[in-house]
């Protein structure tokens, strides 16, 4: 089935180390997003992707960075990871188009930084 | 900026009907999602209106009404698995990029 998945499904990490998260698609969708979650809230956006050479800001992107390596890949890196990084992260991808362009999720990383 | 207000919690009976509403200040945006959020798990997509009104879906409808920046979400026939999250997002009119409200947690009881 097509599918969104992420690796590492949870990570434990030590204050200042790089981190990178993965994501790949085989829906063959064009946009990519990173989100996080924090405990009793909803999901902030941290960057998004409309194409292998389009890369935005969302909301949240101070102290990360991502890369889109082709059109099914999407990774997220943490430079300098700090505790308050802790978070579930999802990747989501979605159709092109102006209306009706649900996102499709992965399980989610949970990540904890000491 | 797309303020989104939801309640926080909400608990009903196994079988019944909830609404799930949603309220929101924004300058534009082309459609409004909902969708379901198992603790732990991905969330999926239930409902998405663009037009004012109400779209159905089995067990679950979604209402819209632009004028009054309010959706709702309808649960009818509760089953124990309906207790999750439920998140409103809206979906701006730079399209696909779309801001999330908290969500609210909904707990079945027998």
């Known amino acids: 089935d097509a599918d969104v998945t992420q690796t590492p499904r949870n990570r434990i990490t030590k204050t200042g180390k790089r981190i990178m998260l993965e994501c790949s698609q085989t829906?063959?969708?064009?946009?990519m997003y990173w989100y996080r979650q924090d405990p009793g809230l909803g999901l902030r956006l941290i960057y998004y992707?409309?194409?292998?050479?389009?890369?935005n800001k969302g909301e949240i992107s101070d102290g990360y960075s991502v890369s889109r390596q082709a059109q099914a890949k999407f990774s997220l890196s943490l430079e300098s990871a700090i505790p308050n990084q802790t978070a579930l992260y999802f990747c989501a991808t979605s159709v092109a188009g102006p209306t009706h362009n649900e996102q499709f999720f992965g399980p989610g990383t949970r990540l904890t930084v000491l | 900026g797309q303020n989104i207000d939801q309640p926080t919690e909400m608990t009903a009976t196994e079988g019944a009907i909830v609404q799930i509403n949603c309220t929101y200040q924004?300058?534009?945006?082309?459609?409004l999602f909902w969708y379901q959020q198992h603790a732990g798990e991905a969330p999926t997509f239930l409902s998405y209106?663009?037009?004012?009104g109400l779209e159905e879906k089995g067990r679950f409808s979604s209402f819209l009404s632009r004028s009054k920046g309010y959706s709702y979400l309808l649960l009818k026939e509760l089953q124990m698995k309906d207790s999750a999250s439920y998140l409103c997002a809206l979906i701006g009119t730079n399209a696909g990029k779309s801001t999330f409200g908290d969500g609210t947690t909904l707990t079945v009881k027998p």
């Open positions: 209106n663009v037009l004012d």
């Open positions: 992707s409309f194409d292998v050479k389009d890369i």
């Open positions: 924004t300058s534009g945006f082309n459609g």
């Open positions: 829906k063959g969708h064009d946009r």
